[in-house]
């Protein structure tokens, strides 16, 4: 089939950022791009009676780099349980790629099977920028998807010097400088200076005005800097941050802080499931999902994802490797302890959520509290935090919750009620998402909080990145395995065969900066870095 | 219902065919189209067993394999009962990871036959093996319990990292044998390359190797010398780098 020329004739169009909520329409793609009209001689892809949406995108996942790959070196039995065959292409030139599946699935599997679930773009949500040339290698190799990775920032020598120095201009410049070193897309902030302060030799930080190494050096501070160097670089997605505290009960209060700490600046707050926790640490828990989302929903310059928990097993994998260390040793699962030696750190444990398990349970019915109660879903977008949450395999099953209120009151019914009674699921949640609205949770609101103008939509002059589903009353059934999947005019999956598997892009930004910063990195580098300033970078720098 | 299943290979593979679909257990089970369609991998590609092998019986827990199988891997892995009969060379990772049952392989095997899967912590939790001919490394590597007796020589690593569990070797066995072994008894009838971790104990004639000799003679039809049978062993203890509990159990002479 040839890339030029394509018309996905008759199908319902769900394109909510254009405002087309299910009229039957014609979409036309000629040489990667959406257009408005194609002559009558172009073929045709039969779309009647399906489902018609831009490909999904990813706004939070772990899919390449060192974290990740040491995950996959955890879980060999993962890999022994779920060998994954190299798919047959259709260009018999093509070299299909055998792998292994699990929580973390290997590079090509990867993008196979992101591809399979009509997904076209992902972000890697946390990559230690010393690493950053790893990530960008495994992405290489993960086809189909376009991909760009988050730089970690806020745990790092270099930038808390300049916080305590009060260089607040100084540390946008190398905010900025990284980003470009990294070849990243946007600024990830974790636990903002608790990692740095556990990797030092003390203990983890619990409020946002804890001094990091000195008073003048606080999460709060951390915060503030990255997030106003990120607006004022005008990078198309603010500062990505994973507050501190994440997974301990009474945690909403350090989320909420967090979040008017930075009053009036564009903030993104990511897997809030996992920092909307009611009761006290060490003695209850309990769901404050309402609080947390009635800020958001109040506060137009705040987006989050949730990071979903779905039951069975995942892998918890972050820089916040405090927490993780915290959980290795509640739960005695092994862990890794990696990229401690890097700017940021980095913990691994295997994990399964189980229905019967009260916390488990509590943090299932949170997530998909705030689903719920979110008013706007352009800023409260879909993520399992894959393979935190649980795989983005898991999707499917986390739409037909959102969709289902009758399945999801079954559900509800399955799982451990000690903590659960009494939170607004159990009162009884009415609302049931429309088609629409997962169309803007899973790929139109994605790629507006991304700043990815030609993704998530299907507009004249939008990358030509379609999925076509079967409208099966089962959404689960639907969005596990959609019938046609078109990736830059390609079409990848036909008859819901992985049949083609292009080469994705990578998604990378280049904010300008005082070149002045570079002359006292480089001096910071000969003093204290393992490696030379010029060898840093992962990715040319331009002139 | 049959008495055995045949499986003659009909297409030489041309590179690794992962064949762990085929245990006796499973195929006891199975008619004989359902196995002719049980999944195997080639190369990393999905494919059939019956695209390499033509089937003859069905419903047996009695199997029988006949060809060139040195590029086939994972044979009987995790098995738990039945008879698996390999008529020639087996690939790497026969019995992987076995829970019971019997495999006899009449020809050499590859590396870590009855040994564990990468990452686990136990490999063999039951079942027998006899190898007639060579095994490659790591036989019956991480073995929890069960028998992996070797009729020719065993490469580096046999009984690595033992829990419990005998290993039987009649030739030669390679440097490294039962390094990190915590309990369970390695049995050489012929030079083997002891680490330094395991401690002299002492000289006998250990009853439970007569037995097991024996055992492997009348009811294996296994060609065991007498001297071996009725022979002085030298007991090491080991590896004290661990436990310290295991045995190596080296032929001393008559």
């Not at chain 1, 941050?241 to 994440?246: A, F």
């Not at chain 1, 899973?442 to 030609?454: C, H, K």
């Not at chain 1, 300033?533 to 990715?539: D, L, M, R, S, W």
Request: charged share 25%; proline share 5%.
């Amino acid at each position: 089939m040839s890339k030029a020329r394509l018309r996905i004739a008759g199908g319902a169009v769900y394109d909510p950022a254009n405002g087309t909520e299910g009229a039957v329409r014609d979409v036309c793609i000629e040489d990667g791009r959406i257009v408005a009209e194609l002559p009558r001689e172009a073929p045709k892809l039969d779309a009647r009676g399906m489902v018609v949406m831009p490909g999904g995108v990813d706004i939070h996942s772990h899919i390449a780099g060192s974290s990740v790959n040491h995950g996959r070196r955890l879980l060999p039995e993962e890999h022994a349980a779920d060998p994954a065959p190299a798919p047959r292409l259709a260009d018999p030139d093509a070299t299909p790629r055998s792998g292994t599946g699990g929580t973390i699935p290997s590079s090509f599997t990867t993008g196979y099977r992101y591809a399979g679930l009509g997904y076209t773009t992902a972000m890697e949500a946390a990559v230690a920028p010393l690493a950053a040339r790893h990530a960008h290698c495994e992405l290489d190799d993960t086809p189909i998807i376009d991909a760009g990775l988050f730089a970690l920032l806020g745990n790092d020598d270099y930038l808390l010097r300049q916080i305590a120095a009060g260089e607040a201009a100084r540390a946008r410049d190398y905010a900025a400088w990284v980003l470009s070193a990294a070849g990243g897309y946007a600024i990830k902030i974790v636990n903002p200076g608790g990692v740095e302060r556990w990797k030092a030799g003390g203990r983890n930080v619990t409020g946002l005005d804890d001094a990091v190494g000195t008073d003048a050096v606080t999460p709060r501070r951390i915060l503030e800097t990255l997030a106003d160097a990120a607006n004022a670089l005008e990078l198309p997605h603010p500062v990505h941050i994973h507050c501190n505290n994440l997974g301990q009960a009474g945690n909403a209060a350090t989320t909420l802080e967090t979040m008017r700490a930075l009053a009036g600046r564009r903030a993104h707050f990511t897997h809030l499931q996992f920092h909307s926790y009611g009761g006290e640490r060490g003695k209850s828990w309990k769901s404050a999902a309402k609080e947390v989302i009635e800020h958001v929903n109040a506060h137009p310059e705040v987006s989050a994802d949730v990071g979903q928990v779905m039951f069975g097993p995942a892998t918890t994998l972050t820089a916040d490797a405090p927490v993780e260390y915290l959980l290795h040793a509640s739960s005695g699962k092994r862990w890794v302890n990696v990229d401690i030696e890097l700017e940021t750190g980095c913990g691994i444990v295997p994990y399964s959520y189980k229905e019967q398990a009260a916390v488990a349970a509590l943090q299932w019915a949170i997530g998909l509290e705030l689903f719920l109660l979110a008013q706007d879903p352009w800023r409260v977008v879909l993520s399992t935090d894959h393979p935190n949450g649980g795989s983005f395999l898991s999707y499917p099953e986390l739409i037909r919750l959102l969709m289902d209120r009758g399945y999801r009151d079954e559900r509800l019914k399955q799982v451990n009620q000690k903590l659960v009674a009494g939170s607004a699921l159990a009162d009884g949640l009415a609302r049931e998402y429309t088609l629409s609205e997962i169309a803007i949770v899973t790929r139109a609101g994605p790629a507006r909080l991304l700043g990815l103008s030609d993704k998530g939509h299907l507009g004249v002059g939008a990358d030509a990145d379609v999925t076509i589903y079967a409208n099966d009353p089962d959404r689960a059934k639907m969005f596990a395995t959609p019938r046609h999947v078109i990736k830059g005019g390609v079409v990848v999956v036909e008859e819901g065969q992985l049949r083609r598997a292009p080469t994705g892009r990578r998604l990378r930004v280049q904010p300008g900066y005082d070149r002045a910063v570079t002359r006292d990195l480089k001096r910071w580098f000969d003093g204290h870095a393992c490696v030379a300033f010029e060898n840093y970078p992962a990715v040319e720098l331009g002139a | 219902m049959s008495d055995v299943v045949t499986l003659a290979l009909r297409t030489a593979p041309a590179g690794a065919l992962e064949l762990a679909a085929v245990t006796p257990d499973r195929l006891a089970q199975l008619a004989q189209r359902e196995i002719a369609a049980l999944p195997v991998r080639h190369g990393g590609r999905a494919a059939a067993l019956g695209d390499f092998f033509v089937v003859q019986g069905e419903r047996a827990a009695r199997v029988r394999l006949e060809g060139d199988l040195r590029l086939a891997e994972g044979l009987g892995a995790a098995m738990t009962g039945g008879e698996l009969l390999v008529e020639g060379h087996a690939g790497r990772d026969v019995g992987v990871a076995m829970a019971g049952g019997t495999i006899e392989v009449r020809g050499d095997t590859g590396d870590n036959a009855g040994g564990a899967l990468p990452g686990a912590a136990r490999g063999m939790v039951g079942g027998e093996i006899v190898i007639r001919g060579n095994a490659g490394d790591d036989a019956g590597a991480r073995m929890r319990r069960g028998l992996v007796v070797v009729t020719g020589n065993a490469g580096q690593g046999t009984g690595r990292g033992m829990i419990a569990g005998t290993a039987v070797v009649f030739g030669e066995t390679g440097s490294d044998a039962g390094r990190w072994t915590k309990r369970g008894s390695i049995v050489a009838c012929g030079p083997v390359a002891r680490p330094a971790t395991f401690r002299y104990a002492c000289t006998y004639r250990p009853p439970h190797v007569r037995l097991l000799l024996l055992y492997l003679r009348e009811r294996r039809g296994l060609d065991v010398a007498d001297r071996w049978i009725t022979g002085r062993y030298d007991r090491y203890c080991g590896d004290l780098a661990e436990l310290g509990k295991g045995e190596m159990l080296q032929w001393a002479g008559e």
